[in-house]
């Protein structure tokens, strides 16, 4: 536990109004041209992009500007990187969520190299190992979920019966700086806001609740929580635009990516991967459908095999922290005046003492709770069936569990949300 080594954390610009900095971020880096990676719609939609772009422009930049469809793959990546190759982009900036920013870390670590990406893909390409070679990349993320932004990896997806959800990995990749402001966080629908956020919190859960957690992401991770617990899923309400709120989820999100970077992750993400290669089902919601149910699973097999295990203590921590929001939310006396006022920090320590076994169930039906009122979808919606499953099982990872789940416990996990 006092006994580990951290990876980089990148230069964090975090707060309502950042972006106004960008442009000497840029200058910072030595860019004089960028090359600015967005999605689809919404920051064309809002004006937002066009601001950015002036900004830029009016700094003295020269910006090209491509926008990311969907998750990036080895197609995308690799004709972005045949057409600005030869036009001397010397900075990229990804703005969007978590694929856009994925593709613009791909993007910037592939354009001072001739071959393709797929080359480096662990586990799929030819397992060339890249040389950390890249161009400066900057990360603007605008949804609160994967946490990309601080990570080392860019996620390449493929979609189909012989589809795969692969990394190209290098220390270097990690993003040069990173901006994080509120006024950019989109005001999705709430079921994109509830699955981005419910990944933030599998990537908060897992690696806390990892055997091999540092002393550092449990602290970490229990930062996320507090500032997740406090404003989630009051934030998911349609039509939110609470900045403060969405701020508070945007740190989860952000500390999310640093405690999955350092610590691993567990089953949900070991199930992420075949899942969103097999079936066109967003990562988000995967994360969404499959955290009660690996919760549920964990703390039946921790009780009947491992009942010493930190784990438990620490989903009934967890429980106590979601239990008292639930408490405070409901409230109306003056419990909860007494409540809204207390800092997280407060919030999470006053709990603390007493904490018990039945705070683990709690965890569950909390999370069982929020599943429900957000309608999450199963994963049959997506085409994934019983013989589907087995094909997932096949390619399961059970890394970094806080214990050995059968490929049985698995299997019924999966069969409770299909
Ligand atoms: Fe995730």
Redesign the pocket.
Known sequence: MYDFNYGRIPPLHFGAGKIARLPAIVSELGGKRVLLVTGKASLQASGMLRSIQDLLQDAGIEVHAITCPGEPTTTFVDDVCTQFRSQSVDVVIGIGGGSVIDAGKAISAMLPHENSIFDYLEGVGRGMAHSGIKKPYIAVPTTSG?GSEVTKNAVISEVGPAGYKKSLRHDNLIPDAVVVDGDLLVSCPRNVTFACGM?AF??LLEPYLSPKVSKLTEAIAWSGFTAIAGHFPDVCEAGSNDTKARGAMAYGALLSGIALANDGVGIV?GL?SPIGGFFPIP?GVV?ATLVAPSVRANLAALRARAPKSPALEKMARLGALLSSHEHGKNDSSQDKQAFSGASDTVTATIFVGQIRDEHCDALVRILDKWTGDFHVPRLGEYGIDEQGLEKILDKAQNRNNPIELTRHEIRAMLKERL
Do not use: V
């Open positions: 994967t990944d599998t990537q993400h992420a990562h994360c």
